[in-house]
């Protein structure tokens, strides 16, 4: 009987944690930075204002490895200097995480984030508004 409870409580400790992570597969964090999404960051390159909190995360990106525009709190990471993988954010977001009140806060301020970067996903957290 321990042991079917040990073998029960085991199984249930991986899949919690296996649906804790993106997508819900076991994910192995790539890199991780944090952003200041400035005003610059939510407006595309040709000056249209976007409304969707992953373009505005891949638009920060953009000025930060094409364009060299990095906000004071802007940390580089190693996975969206490629156009390519830019072009997965909203993707990676539908596949990962970030909460409503997150995602309201990057459409409607200008908030510090932290951004952790999965193979197939990315997880969002508000750090400060």
Known sequence: MRRLIA???????????VLATPGGA????????????????HYNSRGQRL??????IRQDRAN???????????QL????????NRG?????LRNGSADPGVR???VNGTPLI??????????VFLIAP
Do not use: T, W
């Open 26 to 41: 076991l994910a192995q964090e790539l890199d991780r930075y944090q952003a200041r999404l400035s005003p610059a960051d």
């Open 51 to 56: 409304q969707d909190a992953a373009a505005i």
């Open 64 to 74: 930060v490895h094409r364009f060299g525009k990095r906000d004071p709190e802007d």
């Open 88 to 92: 997965r954010m909203e993707a990676m």
């Open 77 to 84: 990471d190693a996975y969206f200097g490629s156009k390519a």
């Open 104 to 106: 309201s806060a990057i």
């Open 7 to 17: 073998c029960v409580a085991g199984a249930f400790a991986i899949a919690l944690f």
């Open 114 to 123: 932290e951004v952790i970067i999965y193979q197939n996903a990315v997880s």
